[in-house]
């Protein structure tokens, strides 16, 4: 049987599992709820660069991403350009975008991501 590791867990979810060789890292929003899709992606990336870290790995493993935008055609272009900025050269993962109703209005943007640790 494989071991998991759960990181920063609460009652409802963890913000990272560890399971089978891959790191889950749970949809991340902004903390800081900013009008502007890019401001936005640049928080929401620096967390999930953060949850590597405490995996023991970095972008460079990562494997998928799911982003939700709550205005795809307003934010796609703003989003990906932070995005395009942010992957590794070389290494960018499987990705899909959709637009969703997001859990508050002021959010602008979730992503959640796999990699291999």
């Known amino acids: 049987?494989?071991?998991?590791?759960?990181?920063?867990s609460?009652?409802?979810?963890?913000?990272?599992v560890k399971a089978a060789g891959l790191v889950f890292i749970g949809g991340q929003t902004a903390v800081e709820r900013t009008p502007d899709i890019k401001a936005q992606t640049t928080h929401v990336?620096?967390?999930?660069?953060?949850?590597?870290?405490?995996a023991g790995i970095d972008k460079t493993r990562l494997l998928s991403a799911q982003i939700?935008?709550?205005?795809?055609?307003?934010?796609?272009?703003?989003?990906?350009?932070?995005?395009?900025?942010?992957?590794?050269?070389g290494c960018s993962?499987?990705?899909a975008t959709v637009q969703a109703q997001?859990?508050?209005?002021?959010?602008?943007?979730?992503?959640m991501a796999i990699a291999l640790a």
Do not use: C, H, Y
Not at 1 to 8: A, G, W
């Open 10 to 16: 609460n009652q409802r979810m963890s913000r990272v």
């Open 45 to 54: 990336l620096a967390k999930i660069d953060g949850f590597l870290k405490q």
């Open 93 to 95: 993962p499987a990705r």
């Open 102 to 111: 997001l859990a508050a209005p002021e959010l602008l943007v979730e992503i």
């Open 68 to 89: 939700w935008l709550a205005d795809i055609e307003r934010d796609f272009a703003g989003m990906n350009e932070v995005w395009d900025a942010w992957v590794a050269p």
């Open 1 to 8: 049987m494989t071991d998991i590791e759960r990181i920063d």
